[in-house]
């Protein structure tokens, strides 16, 4: 059964940075396209950024320029680097792997919370 294992997040000031983690438990990545998600209070769970299994990368407009999604193949892991927190930031955010539809993930990692204080 494939797991994905969030790490990472947390409290932060505005215009800090956070770096969330999620592992695999075997080399989905290299066949999935992967993605970070995030829901907040009373929200849907939006697409912050997806990438290809070719690497072709996308980011929602509302963080362009200062989030950055990456791979470690050898690792099974994909990274979500922030920075320059804004207030419209904080919400509990998720890995996805996608085998069928971009975007549409099939697996989710648990979830992790990052709050953005003034």
């Known amino acids: 059964q494939i797991q994905l294992v969030q790490s990472g997040g947390g409290l932060v000031q505005f215009g800090g940075s956070l770096r969330l983690s999620c592992v695999a438990s075997g080399s989905i990545f290299s066949i999935s396209d992967v993605g970070w998600y995030r829901q907040g209070p009373g929200k849907e769970r939006d697409v912050v950024a997806l990438m290809t299994r070719v690497g072709t990368k996308t980011y929602a407009n509302s963080v362009k320029g200062r989030f950055t999604i990456s791979r470690d193949g050898g690792k099974n892991s994909v990274y979500l680097q922030m920075n320059n927190l804004k207030p419209e930031d904080p919400a509990i955010y998720y890995c996805?792997?996608?085998?069928?539809?971009?975007?549409?993930?099939?697996?989710w990692g648990q979830g992790t919370q990052v709050t953005v204080s003034s």
């Open positions: 996805g792997a996608s085998q069928v539809i971009l975007g549409s993930a099939e697996y």
